[in-house]
């Protein structure tokens, strides 16, 4: 409910507030339903400071089937100007997370997806095992490093 989302938004901003007084360069990475908090909470956060946002397996494609909130807060978290870039990583192969959709009425231009290639069986799909193959393999941050 609302309630829970606005205890969850405030402790982010607390957290997020303390880490950007202290550093220059921030990046927030969110997995799998980490996504759907880090963008409902990026959408409307405010700073002088700019960030980047990764997202691991992320499920909003398949939450936004049911939601036109989630559509509304991804265009909203592309239009926020205190993030700076979006990378999105997701693979055919992970059932339970997809490729993040992007509204046409959003700033497209710091969304970056890139698919992750996971080897897998059919019963690793099966049983979730690709979903937390990008926490075991980080060659995608590979990708994301040569930006930074």
Same mark, same amino acid.
């Given at each position: 409910g609302i309630a829970l989302r606005n205890k969850i938004r405030s402790r982010l901003k607390k957290i997020t507030d303390d880490i950007l007084d202290n550093y220059d360069k921030v990046t927030? =990475?969110?997995h799998s339903f980490g996504s759907v908090v880090g963008t409902d909470f990026l959408a409307d956060y405010r700073s002088q400071k700019t960030l980047n946002y990764i997202i691991l397996g992320? @499920? =909003?494609k398949l939450l936004s089937y049911r939601s036109t909130w989630i559509k509304e807060e991804i265009s909203k978290c592309l239009n926020n100007q205190v993030v700076s870039k979006w990378y999105d990583y997701y693979s055919k192969q992970d059932w339970l997370g997809a490729e993040t959709p992007i509204p046409s009425?959003? @700033?497209s231009e710091?969304?970056?997806s890139h698919e992750f290639p996971i080897q897998c069986f059919f019963m690793d799909r099966l049983f979730g095992i690709t979903h937390i193959a990008y926490l075991?393999?980080?060659? %995608?941050a590979e990708i %994301?490093?040569?930006d930074c």
């Open positions: 927030i =990475l969110a992320g @499920n =909003l009425i959003s @700033n710091k969304f970056e075991s393999d980080p060659s %995608w %994301w490093m040569k």
